[in-house]
């Protein structure tokens, strides 16, 4: 029989347990705990820090474009169902091209087939 190496050298918290009195150690254990709220407080900010820089990388050339009359554009296709993605496979995410014919605002546009 091979004992395990915990039973023969005690760990920290067993041997803090015989030198230190109930109240010292229940006061270790809280120093403990809220340094360890420190520690996930530093992780999250890092964490959001990275994330930041992350949307950065990613939107620092997307452009802003303006769509006139008569621009060609490409239309999302209705069919696909954005939460689940169902009904994608092998159909193209995009319809087109079409011709924008007029502008309402707010994003909306008169579009019409090229044929």
Request: charged share 35%; glycine share 6%.
């Amino acid at each position: 029989v091979v004992l395990p190496l915990e039973v023969k050298i005690p760990s920290l918290r067993i041997s803090l347990q015989g030198i230190l009195d109930e109240d010292a150690y229940r006061e270790e254990r809280l120093s403990q705990l809220e340094s360890l709220d420190e520690t996930r407080l530093d992780a999250e900010k890092r964490h959001r820090a990275y994330a930041d820089q992350m949307c950065w990388q990613y939107n620092k050339k997307v452009y802003e474009r303006d769509i006139y009359g008569g621009d060609l554009v490409l239309r999302l296709d209705s069919r696909i169902d954005k939460k689940t993605g169902e009904g994608r496979m092998f159909r193209p995410k995009w319809l087109g091209p079409y011709r924008v014919m007029k502008d309402y605002g707010n994003g909306a546009y008169l579009l019409c087939t090229l044929e």
